[in-house]
């Protein structure tokens, strides 16, 4: 540890402004004293300082723009933090994802607004005339704000409804009701990037694992259903005419869910229905859905998806009872309260 230790400080400069996140800047100072005070301590507004944002109708909000610390990747609350204390040399500490949040004065969500990006996330956010905002609001429209304007702007096809929008190897995409995945360009013209996949979940979420892009269709009557279940002319009438995706939807709710995965294969233009996930982990959340190895945290089991079920949510908030997980292997989904041993990867313990 000495030669570490000793090493000269214009070299531990170098080091230390190579790290992009403030979990490994904080894992850098931990190593020894000298490590320490090479490098002033992080804070999160050095990545996103706090904007007030003064979001147009429909929403008519004095909005803050945050990446706040450490939250539940399925909410976007705030986790109880433990007594105990952590040590960035006990514990192996890794960043899974960035997410934002807009939230009011008195810190309630702006209404309206489901997910929502930075854009571009290359923008510097000291500079307000650069600064703009890729969103998915009410009823799936996907609209554009830039700082100083009176309105909103609505990109892609009006009478489409867009599920999720991810950012996937630095840039944006967003994935419609029939599965089809978008590519928005700089310019903002919305590129069809993938085939449709003609599924009828009630909603698909946007997973990148591994470097490759997945979609997670939810089928809420537990059944997989696709375009011939419905009316033929139903379905037209949507994807040509009027949003009446969601009357299609509302035909069938159930609390039970069904799954399905699938991978984008990018060399042929087709996706590939998967089957399993290995030891793969996806966590469906409010503000972004991601994946993680269960090798690299005690007490996961891989081959899973953890989502929410809004009903619950909504009733006794975040709890063993409101979190669902769903198996691949047996096709199974059940609350983790019913499934102790699936609590195992969170943390704090008394979570839940």
């Keep these: 540890m000495s030669l570490w230790a000793d090493l000269p400080t214009e070299v531990l400069d170098m080091i230390s402004k190579c790290l992009d996140s403030r979990v490994d800047l904080l894992c850098f100072r931990a190593v020894c004293t ?8 992080p804070s999160f507004d050095q990545e996103i300082p706090r904007l007030v944002l003064k979001l147009p109708p429909p929403f008519h909000a004095d909005a803050i723009l945050m990446q706040t610390a ?22 192996k500490f890794v960043q899974l ?6 939230k009011r004065s008195r810190r309630s969500l702006v209404p309206g607004i489901i997910k929502f990006f930075p854009f571009p996330m290359s923008a510097s956010y000291s500079d307000m005339d650069e600064f703009g905002i890729l969103a998915i609001c009410h009823e799936g429209k996907l609209g554009y704000w830039r700082s100083g304007d009176v309105g909103w702007t609505l990109l892609g096809d009006m009478n489409f409804q867009y599920d999720d929008i991810i950012v996937w190897k630095d840039q944006f995409y967003v994935i419609d009701t029939w599965g089809t995945v978008y590519w928005i360009h700089p310019s903002l013209k919305v590129i069809q990037y993938s085939p449709p ?20 269709d939810r089928y809420p009557d537990g059944e997989r259903s696709t375009c011939e279940d419905f009316d033929y002319e139903d379905v037209m009438d949507y994807i040509y005419n009027s949003g009446r995706v969601s009357n299609l939807r509302k035909q069938s709710r159930s609390t039970a869910a069904e799954m399905r995965v699938y991978k984008l294969d990018e060399e042929l233009g087709t996706w590939v229905d998967v089957k399993s996930l290995d030891d793969q982990i996806f966590v469906l959340g409010t503000d972004c859905s991601l994946s993680i190895s269960c090798r690299d945290f005690n007490g996961g089991k891989g081959n899973c998806i953890y989502f929410m079920d809004g009903d619950d949510y909504a009733r006794r908030g975040l709890s063993a009872c409101s979190i669902h997980v769903f198996q691949l292997e047996d096709r199974s989904s059940e609350k983790l309260d019913v499934i102790p041993e699936f609590s195992d990867i969170f943390w704090p313990p008394n979570t839940f």
Excluded at 34 to 41: I, K, T, V
């Design 34 to 41: 000298s490590w320490r005070y090479s490098a002033s301590l």
């Design 97 to 102: 994802n960035k997410a934002f949040s807009l």
């Design 70 to 91: 450490l939250l539940n990747p399925l909410t976007n609350h705030r986790i109880k933090y433990s007594p105990t204390s952590l040590n960035f040399i006990d514990f």
């Design 197 to 216: 996949l003609y599924g009828c979940g009630k909603q698909k979420n946007l997973v990148e694992s591994c470097g490759d892009l997945y979609v997670v």
